[in-house]
């Protein structure tokens, strides 16, 4: 089975920081988009970022300049340091993988969530 395990949410004051992880493990053959997904009280789930395996990068445009995604594809991980945060980025937050079996069948899977707050 292939899980993805997000850590490193939780509370935080405005223009404070915080740095999301998120590890694959189980059998798949190979990772290609990895990214974030967030999704607010009452709003629809909305893509944050998201990298290829070649390092290519996509961001909202509501945290470009505020958010960078990284990832390690010897590790199976991708993060999300996210700075200067405004208590509109309170949300869960989730980590989404396109991952291919050992049959080349690809298929998206996403983390538990992990929840984001920002507030005074």
């Known amino acids: 089975q292939v899980q993805l395990v997000e850590s490193g949410g939780g509370l935080v004051q405005p223009g404070g920081s915080l740095r999301l992880s998120c590890a694959a493990s189980?059998?798949?053959?190979?990772?290609?988009?990895m990214g974030w997904y967030r999704q607010a009280p009452g709003k629809q789930r909305e893509l944050v970022a998201q990298?290829?395996?070649?390092?290519?990068?996509n961001y909202a445009d509501s945290v470009k300049g505020r958010f960078t995604i990284s990832r390690d594809n010897a590790k199976n991980t991708v993060h999300l340091q996210m700075n200067s945060l405004k208590p509109e980025d309170t949300a869960v937050y989730y980590c989404?993988?396109?991952?291919?079996?050992?049959?080349?069948?690809?298929?998206?899977?996403w983390g538990q969530g992990t929840q984001v707050t920002v507030s005074s």
């Open positions: 989404n993988a396109r991952l291919s079996n050992y049959n080349l069948d690809w298929k998206a899977y």
């Open positions: 990298t290829t395996p070649g390092g290519i990068r």
């Open positions: 189980g059998r798949f053959n190979s990772i290609n988009f």
